[in-house]
């Protein structure tokens, strides 16, 4: 294990942003997670992970299957908790989901007894959410960007893989939330949609001042939607190597290739994949 | 041009795709009827041949076509009448109806809260176990000695019968809902109870449907129970009038009368669940 050992530049670049400005909105501290398994040995997950986010930021997390980023995401959103080590949002500890923050899950996890309107705005009428007018049009605005226009009263069986994924995106959005946590959300979309879907995302972080953790298995999406990629290791889960996207916004896919920064990102990626 | 005929092709296809479904719908179920009706037929032929043939005597086994007389004097009367199949029926329907929505809504009750909170598993389930394997219509005597030999007990029969399948398919639907959806409401910070409403309940509704299904038949049962235990009115009391008399085909009337009842009973009850859980077993994507 001597990636571990190796000094992830990036992770000193985000650490000196973070001194010289305020505390970052997430900052995770040599984080430990451990599973349980029903033969016995655990699985160590998470091998003290250190992360600082900062307000604003759209940071992509790749890694090999199960490296431990969905891990990571969960701790983040206050649905597990780790084992050692110390997680923050907002300067507060870590503990139990804030309504401040949207999950997208690895699956849509729609609830197949409501349509999709139904779906898109449970987030407003639990936990205490307000129900504005302008959150409703937003909403219905988003639902036009999914290309789920026409399919509000239909139920999530109706409904593709990908529709279904698309929908609890919006969902996610529905509360206008500071933070975003996304687990792979693209993965069941074909090339185009995927793209189109990265653009609008792209759109509504710029417009919108969200921070955004995306994980991704696409060195692609990665390198086109985040400030900064955190690369992972294979389980036990570290942190390998941060890298900054020194790429303008808005940016364009077609404009991407052959671009010579994203060339040698992307081999950089695929060499700490490898 | 060529763009037109083809959308309109495909509307066509759709129309008639879904013409196709519903003809293979319809005759599918002709068909099941068709059969249905040709096994009963065989069932009656098999039963006037043996009655025939082995000279069974009419106070044992009647022979189908006084059933169906015995069937039809109670029938062809006023509804009022006291020959009739109409007021012991309604009697038993109202008592069994009652006693079924009060063991209903208990079972979803007390199955929610095992659900919900564990120390009440802990402390009922011990009992839900011990009375689930009690043969319970052996408390009916219990029963009619607390309630009287009037509404009271069949009331209170049906109620215990309906009361199980409900508290132990609620309790099981509920443990049954998918991590998933609970860690959903959890990220919406969601309260216990918008939980309980929003995911717990339709969760369990393919479960509290099977429970309902039994329950309402079981009810019936226990409502019958009761009336034999000396009642004054009821379906339980015309089969133990028609028994005193050795009107056997009166005491088959009867049998008939119940079975298309609970029939229908169970068929309202499969057809308010498609209704409302029609997404149950669809395909995840
Ligand atoms: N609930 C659990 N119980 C036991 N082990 C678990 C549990 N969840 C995850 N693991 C283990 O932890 C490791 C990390 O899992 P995780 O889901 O975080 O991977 P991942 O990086 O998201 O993978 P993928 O890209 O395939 O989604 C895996 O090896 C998995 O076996
Ligand atoms: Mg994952």
């Known amino acids: ?274 | 041009m060529t763009d037109i005929r083809t959308e309109s092709n495909a509307m066509d296809l759709i129309a008639s795709s879904s013409a196709a479904a519903k003809n293979r719908r319809r005759n599918e179920r002709i068909r099941n009827i068709g059969i249905g009706f040709a096994g009963f037929l065989t069932l009656v032929l098999v039963w006037k041949l043996s009655v025939n043939y082995f000279n069974v005597p009419s106070y044992i086994l009647p022979a189908p076509e006084q059933v169906v007389v015995a069937l039809w004097s109670g029938l062809a009367v006023p509804v009022t009448s006291p020959l009739g199949w109409y007021l012991p029926l309604w009697s038993t329907m109202a008592n069994a109806l009652a006693g079924f929505l009060i063991g209903a809504l208990l079972g979803l009750f007390f199955g929610s809260l095992m659900a919900e909170f564990r120390p009440v598993e802990t402390a009922l389930m011990p009992y839900a176990f011990a009375l689930q394997s009690l043969p319970k219509v052996a408390i009916a005597p219990l029963i009619v000695i607390w309630c009287g030999f009037g509404d009271g007990s069949k009331v209170a029969m049906a109620a215990l019968l309906a009361f199980f399948p409900m508290m132990v398919n609620s309790f099981a639907g509920m443990r049954a809902a998918e991590v998933e959806r609970i860690e959903l409401m959890k990220v919406l910070s969601a309260s216990r109870l918008e939980t309980y409403r929003l995911v717990k309940l339709p969760s369990a509704a393919p479960y509290i449907f099977a429970g309902l299904d039994m329950g309402i038949v079981y009810a019936l049962l226990g409502t019958i129970v009761a009336e034999f235990l000396g009642a004054q009115e009821g379906m339980g009391v015309a089969i133990t009038k028609a028994q005193a008399v050795t009107d056997v085909a009166g005491v088959f009337a009867a049998l008939v009368v119940l079975g298309v009842t609970g029939i229908l009973l169970h068929l309202i009850v499969r057809w308010v669940e498609r209704s409302i859980v029609h997404w149950a077993d669809r395909g995840k994507h």
């Not at chain 1, 989901?97 to 898109?120: K, Y």
């Not at chain 1, 900054?244 to 896919?253: A, E, F």
Request: hydrophobic letters at 45%; a neutral charge.
């Open chain 1, 1 to 274: 294990m001597t990636i571990a050992i190796e000094a992830p530049a990036g992770a000193m670049i985000a650490g000196e942003q973070a001194q010289s400005r305020r505390s970052p909105l997430i900052a995770v501290k040599d984080v430990v997670k451990v599973y349980p398994t029903v033969a016995g040995d655990a699985v160590l997950a998470l091998d003290h992970v250190n992360l600082d986010i900062e307000s604003g930021e759209f940071v992509c997390l790749v890694g090999p299957s199960g490296c431990g980023k969905t891990t990571l995401l969960r701790l983040l959103a206050g649905l597990d908790t780790s084992d050692a080590g110390t997680s923050s949002l907002a300067g507060k500890a870590l503990n139990g989901p804030s309504p401040e923050v949207g999950v997208v899950f690895q699956q849509a996890n729609l609830l197949p007894w409501f349509t999709v309107m139904q779906n898109v705005l449970l987030p407003l009428s639990v936990g205490g959410a307000r129900k504005s007018e302008q959150l409703i049009t937003q909403i219905q605005a988003l639902l036009r960007v999914a290309g789920l226009e026409g399919f509000e009263n239909k139920y999530p069986y109706e409904l593709s893989g990908g529709m279904q994924q698309r929908a609890s995106i919006v969902r996610a959005l529905a509360r206008d939330p500071k933070l975003l946590l996304m687990d792979e959300p693209f993965g069941a979309l074909d090339a185009l949609t995927r793209e189109r879907m990265n653009a609008e995302l792209q759109r509504i972080w710029m417009a919108s001042g969200k921070t955004v953790v995306l994980i991704t298995h696409s060195i692609e999406e990665a390198i086109f939607l985040g400030d900064r990629i955190v690369v992972m290791s294979p389980r036990p889960g570290r942190i390998v190597r941060e890298l900054k996207v020194d790429l303008p916004r808005p940016r364009v896919s077609t404009e991407m290739l052959g671009n010579p920064v994203h060339t040698a990102l992307a081999r950089e990626i695929r060499m700490l994949l490898e």
